[in-house]
């Protein structure tokens, strides 16, 4: 597709390039800019029918977006914030460098730019900062006539017409209505006769992930967004709940490999940074792993002893590691689904144990069998191995269990207590299991 592209712009075949265009989705022309050479990325985007040109804007990554802004004239830069919904022209001010914002701020309207500023200063983890004033709001009053006439009078600029917010003279929140009962309702119904009373809200200052589990919790298309005397201050799209969720679960993947979130995409983000965001991880890890190291030179004696011990020690932290890894994850998931908080760590811990003892068991007889039938060593070896196995799957799983539980209860994001840092725990946990064991069996 991209090759056809060129082709048509090299070619100059404008108007063939338009027609394809203008069956194409947004989110489709957007993706066509990332395998885009530089210099044609202007003229595809003015190719652009003017209705889309706006909605193609707002999937562009960052770097694209300063390019193309750097590159428009002051009216085509006008013409684009003019199409612009508030959520979305506030999310583009946050990627850009400050001279940049100042042009975008200079062809803002002004009721818009003070609507911008007031968004901008709610801190960036809140609802505040990802909601939208554009919404439909009708008074208890109104009849059912009424509300269509102000939905068609005014609901082309706004973000969505579907869920409409009912409020008084102070703008406080009284309910909803969504358009599917205004359509069922006769014409001359009340609104308040027919609205949802007391409807789930969200304040300013509630954490955007909280709001976007709030929307995937109720299915609603949007949630409205109130300040401390309850006013209705603007509302949250599923759309911005969609794009919190994948940045959250974007940087908790990225935390529980043990790597700096990054705010850009991999192919964006050059190597010196790539570089930070991994090196401070890989020494903490690296120095943690010093306990590990001091536990086999504190046991040298006994590898000396029965140097066979040693061959099962990648074995041994292996499977360790992987047990605390399938605990943690599980933890981790069920806490940011909010199934799981700090009150249940006792049914946690009484559950791990249970599965811990089962997976042990099982790992240990399979190990044995093996050890036997491949004659990798003798009875009181394989005893001490099994053994240890169990107690190293045990001791895995409960640390994987607590760990992201205490880390939620003291602040800390759970996900950092996942692979990388649980394993490191369980490596010398294991090996200092695995070395009493054999000292104390083998006499060693």
């Known amino acids: 597709m991209i090759n056809d592209i060129i082709e048509l712009i090299t070619q100059k075949q404008y108007t063939k390039l338009k027609a394809i265009l203008s069956d194409m989705e947004p989110v489709d022309i957007a993706q066509l800019f990332d395998d885009l050479p530089e210099r044609y990325m202007p003229l595809l985007y003015r190719l652009l029918p003017k209705e889309s040109a706006a909605e193609v804007f707002v999937e562009l ?8 802004i750097r590159g428009f004239s002051d009216t085509e830069l006008k013409d684009v914030l003019d199409e612009l919904y508030l959520d979305d022209a506030v999310d583009i001010i946050e990627e850009m460098p400050s001279n940049v914002v100042k042009r975008i701020i200079q062809h803002t309207a002004p009721e818009m730019r003070h609507s911008i500023n007031e968004i901008l200063k709610y801190p960036k983890d809140s609802a505040g900062s990802i909601m939208t004033i554009e919404f439909i709001d009708l008074k208890e009053d109104m009849t059912v006539r009424d509300a269509f006439t102000k939905i068609r009078r005014t609901g082309v600029d706004k973000e969505t017409i579907y869920t409409c917010y ?12 969504s358009a599917k009962d205004l359509l069922l309702s006769e014409e001359d119904c009340v609104i308040a006769d027919i609205m949802e009373k007391n409807p789930i809200s969200v304040n300013t200052m509630d954490d955007k992930e909280d709001v976007a589990r709030a929307l995937s919790k109720y299915d609603f298309l949007s949630l409205p967004v109130v300040d401390n005397e309850y006013r209705l201050v603007g509302i949250v799209t599923v759309d911005d709940a969609i794009d919190v969720i994948e940045e959250e679960a ?13 705010e850009k995409p991999y192919l964006k983000t050059g190597v010196w940074d790539t570089f930070l965001q ?8 690296m120095i943690s792993a010093t306990f590990t190291a001091r536990i086999i030179a504190h046991f040298e004696t006994a590898l000396q002893s029965s140097l066979v011990l040693s061959t099962f020690i990648p074995m041994l932290m292996d ?20 199934e799981i908080d700090f009150s249940d760590i006792f049914k946690t811990i009484w559950k791990e144990i249970r599965v811990s ?6 790992l240990a007889s399979a190990n044995f069998a093996k050890m036997m039938i491949l004659k990798e060593a003798a009875l009181p070896i394989a005893a001490v191995v099994c053994i240890t196995l169990v107690c190293t799957v045990f001791f895995a799983k409960l640390v994987g269990c607590t760990l992201p539980l205490f880390a939620k209860k003291i602040g800390f994001d759970p996900a950092v207590m996942a692979s990388p840092f649980i394993t490191t725990i369980v490596d010398a946990m294991s090996l200092f299991i695995y070395f009493n064991i054999a000292t104390a069996l083998l006499h060693i």
Do not use: F, H, Y
Request: contains cysteine; aromatic residues 2%; proline residues 3%.
């Open 166 to 177: 009912v409020t008084d003279r102070n703008r406080v929140l009284k309910g909803l209505v």
């Open 250 to 262: 974007t940087e908790d993947i990225e935390k529980m490999a043990a790597i700096t979130p990054s």
């Open 357 to 362: 003892l089962l997976c042990g068991v099982v």
């Open 319 to 338: 499977t360790g590691g992987n047990s605390g890894s399938q605990a943690s994850v599980t933890i981790i998931r069920g806490i940011s689904l909010d």
């Open 278 to 285: 991994r090196i401070p991880w890989l020494l903490l890890l």
């Open 61 to 68: 990554d960052s770097d694209t977006q300063e390019m193309l």
